[in-house]
């Protein structure tokens, strides 16, 4: 349906009090002019997103003007009252931003867009955006002036085609030689004046000799060591050595955001997050994957980012897409979910083109042996190729000799250190208990609980009382046993 204004996204809205001033009536040949009293009318307007249109064009408008511009906000009105008398029952004390600031924070720009006005001659540069916190699906066309300068410089590096002497082929340079590895005696200086520690350096060149030997391996150092930092300085290292990539970067969901933040802080790597809806990946794989020529082409003999970072979830979902990609480098946070020989992830894994893994886990290997044989043999699949072999020699790691042996096996392919071992600069813990009391608002809300008040609770919403008593009977459980 065509509409004048565009289309109604999403309402919020508040009552705003305007002052009306009637004009000042002008009386014929009299030197005195009469005014009358100001009113005072209060007009409830409305906080619109357009469909479309970024958060920067939201703004507010009254009822009647939405109507002359979209017939169907009718609904959209409705459905803003009934979620607003809801939400205003039990949590009319919290004040909330009518929506989340990062919505108008530039994340990275995708394309851009040129158009010169035949008359005047006048060019008008517009660029498609990417915001924080929104995924790909809801980028936006953007005037260069509402656009952040150094996210259009980064776009404008990031889109520099590399000349052919420097790109890297299709099929992948080819890796140092062994003899090319070289230790490096102290900490290179990272993006911000980032600097390993001594241990995390000790982490780096391991990680980095195992690779020159192309032996895939385990970092399996304890929880707060930094895992993170040395694979991502790791990854830089081999950048540095001339291979632009790609990487691969395989984690749990909740750590995505903390890898693309540490990518950030500590390198110059173009880091992606391959993640969302289709619409999102299909778009990303469009403005992210591959270079353009001058005539939007895209040129496939060589890969735009650095490094990829995705979740088990999207390996198992599009293994068929990141299989084309020739992985020069995988990393996998959590690695411990491969202990499962027969799971969905590994079955995608196998699919895709890794010429290097690395697995992180903080968790030490349990006795099961079955597990482990599972880990091993995703790393060297050659190597490990029989798991009955396998669990004969090391079944029930039973004698000293079963030890020992797997131990040697171990040693070549696994790092592990423990907080007491490497960090001595580290204070012993300290726990603080600091108590808050409870605003009066929270008290009576509180006491409601307590009392299972419905009525003041709902505050007369019949239906919203059917669905609070479970959740106020929960709490008064958990109340119960504070």
């Known amino acids: 349906?065509?509409?004048?204004?565009?289309?109604?996204?999403?309402?919020?809205?508040?009552?705003?009090?305007?002052?009306?001033?009637?004009?000042?009536?002008?009386?014929?040949?009299?030197?005195?002019?009469?005014?009358?009293?100001?009113?005072?009318?209060?007009?409830?307007?409305y906080y619109v997103k357009y469909k479309n249109f970024s958060y920067l064009h939201c703004e507010w408008r009254t009822e009647e003007e939405l109507l002359r511009g979209d017939k169907r906000v009718t609904q959209k009105l409705k459905r803003f009252h009934q979620k607003r008398a809801q939400a205003a029952n039990m949590f009319e004390f919290l004040e909330e931003d009518l929506f989340n600031p990062d919505y108008v924070e530039v994340d990275r720009v995708l394309d851009k867009a040129e158009h010169t006005e035949g008359a005047t001659g006048k060019v008008t540069r517009n660029f498609l955006v990417k915001w924080k916190a929104l995924p790909y699906e809801d980028a936006t066309w953007e005037l260069e002036e509402d656009v952040d300068p150094n996210k259009?410089?980064?776009?404008?590096?990031?889109?520099?085609?590399?000349?052919?002497?420097?790109?890297?082929?299709?099929?992948?340079?080819?890796?140092?030689?062994?003899?090319?590895?070289?230790?490096?005696?102290?900490?290179?200086?990272?993006?911000?004046?980032?600097?390993?520690?001594?241990y995390q350096l000790e982490g780096l060149n391991w990680l980095s000799f195992s690779w020159f030997n192309g032996r895939n391996c385990i970092l399996a150092d304890e929880m707060g060591?930094?895992?993170?930092?040395?694979?991502?300085?790791?990854?830089?290292?081999?950048?540095?050595?001339?291979?632009?990539?790609?990487?691969?970067?395989?984690?749990?969901?909740?750590?995505?955001?903390?890898?693309?933040r540490e990518f950030e802080t500590w390198t110059n790597l173009n880091v992606i997050v391959y993640h969302g809806s289709n619409?999102?990946?299909?778009?990303?794989?469009?403005?992210?994957?591959?270079?353009?020529?001058?005539?939007?082409?895209?040129?496939?003999?060589?890969?735009?980012?650095?490094?990829?970072?995705?979740?088990?979830?999207?390996?198992?979902?599009?293994?068929?897409e990141l299989r084309e990609v020739p992985w020069r480098l995988c990393v996998i946070d959590e690695a411990h979910r491969l202990k499962n020989k027969n799971c969905k992830l590994l079955e995608g894994l196998r699919l895709l083109q890794l010429e290097h893994r690395?697995?992180?886990?903080?968790?030490?290997?349990?006795?099961?042996?079955?597990?482990?044989?599972?880990?091993?043999?995703?790393?060297?699949?050659?190597q490990f190729q029989s798991s009955e072999e396998f669990i004969r020699d090391f079944g029930d790691l039973k004698s000293d000799e079963q030890v020992t042996k797997l131990q040697a096996l171990l040693k070549p392919m696994m790092l592990r250190r423990l907080k007491e071992d490497v960090e001595k600069s580290l204070a012993p813990k300290e726990e603080t208990i600091v108590e808050v009391e409870l605003t009066n608002m929270q008290k009576k809300y509180y006491r409601g609980i307590l009392e299972r008040n419905f009525s003041f609770l709902t505050k007369g919403n019949k239906t919203l009382r059917k669905h609070i008593f479970p959740f106020v009977s929960l709490l008064i459980i958990f109340i119960s046993f504070d």
Request: charged share 30%; proline share 7%; net charge negative.
């Open 225 to 260: 060591l930094g895992k993170t930092i040395q694979s991502l300085t790791f990854i830089d290292s081999v950048h540095r050595v001339g291979i632009r990539g790609p990487f691969l970067v395989i984690a749990p969901l909740s750590t995505i955001p903390n890898w693309q």
């Open 1 to 45: 349906m065509e509409v004048d204004a565009p289309a109604v996204e999403d309402v919020a809205g508040e009552v705003k009090t305007k002052e009306e001033v009637k004009e000042e009536e002008k009386v014929e040949e009299k030197p005195k002019k009469i005014k009358k009293p100001a009113r005072t009318i209060e007009v409830e307007e």
């Open 279 to 320: 619409a999102s990946r299909t778009m990303l794989q469009e403005y992210e994957f591959f270079f353009k020529d001058s005539k939007g082409n895209m040129m496939k003999d060589i890969y735009k980012f650095n490094v990829l970072i995705t979740t088990f979830e999207m390996i198992i979902t599009d293994c068929m």
């Open 152 to 198: 259009i410089k980064l776009y404008e590096e990031v889109n520099r085609i590399p000349p052919v002497k420097e790109r890297d082929p299709f099929k992948g340079r080819k890796k140092p030689k062994a003899s090319d590895w070289k230790k490096l005696e102290e900490s290179p200086v990272y993006l911000n004046g980032n600097t390993l520690r001594e």
């Open 358 to 382: 690395v697995l992180l886990s903080g968790t030490p290997l349990q006795n099961n042996i079955s597990e482990l044989y599972s880990l091993l043999n995703f790393l060297e699949p050659t």
